[in-house]
């Protein structure tokens, strides 16, 4: 039986086509619908509630980043993944700050497509294997106030949100998982940050992904 509901939000006819036949083949995913811009994509998930939307970043109207902070909105649960052909971290960068909990290439071979569904399906992060290394050798942390400080300076459960957050899950998730309030998980992540001298999603990232703790995700 077909379990994991996907959407398709790509102007280009042939890349959902040939995405949709690949997913399709899957005996446990199966495409619910497809869009070629970003605006009836979003009107689109409210009404076939997917659990992961793949969405391209350029796109007449409204594009990538936009939507997928709309689609955030409407269910902080679902999961998106990019889909395009920019390597550049800027793109990067845009998509993870707008909720994004997966950044691939078109490029990509088939099974690794399937295999980057499936990550940000379960809550992990994934990034294309080429961006990644960009990331870790690239795109190291800004210097704070609290650059000094390590992940041993976080208390445990201090630690067990930020592990969470950087593997995709929303404050809502991570509040059930841990049977603790979503004010409560907000305050950890606040700290969290302080700590660490992060500021936003794609800083803790960067950060997860430098100490590998998006290997096993």
């Known amino acids: 039986m077909k379990s994991l509901r996907v959407m398709l939000i790509d102007d280009h006819v042939v890349v959902r086509e040939g995405l ?20 009836l994509g979003v009107a689109l998930a409210e009404k076939t509630r997917p659990d992961v939307v793949i969405i391209d970043i350029s796109m007449p109207g409204m594009g990538g980043a936009q939507a997928t ?14 889909l395009t052909v920019h ?3 800027g793109y990067l960068r845009l998509m993870l700050e707008a909720g994004a909990s997966g950044y691939a290439l078109k490029r990509a071979a088939a099974d690794e497509l399937i295999h980057a569904i499936r ?25 704070s106030a609290r650059e000094g400080f390590e992940v ?21 998730e991570i509040a059930a998982q841990l049977d603790i309030g979503v004010k ?16 936003s999603r794609a800083d803790l990232v960067r950060y997860a992904i430098q100490r590998g703790w998006l290997q096993d995700a």
């Open 20 to 39: 949709k036949t690949l997913i399709n083949a899957q005996p446990d995913m199966e495409v619910v619908g497809e869009a070629e811009d970003g605006r």
């Open 69 to 82: 902070e709309l689609l955030k909105k409407i269910d902080s649960s679902l999961k998106v993944l990019a």
């Open 87 to 89: 390597e550049d971290k």
């Open 119 to 143: 990550v940000v399906s379960s809550g992990g992060v994934y990034l294309d294997p080429i961006l990644a290394r960009k990331v870790v050798g690239r795109m190291v942390l800004k210097p």
């Open 152 to 172: 041993e300076s976080l208390s445990d459960r201090e630690g067990d949100v930020l592990l969470r957050l950087a593997r995709g899950y929303s404050l809502k």
């Open 184 to 199: 409560t998980v907000e305050t950890y992540k606040s700290r969290s940050f302080e700590k660490l001298g992060l500021r």
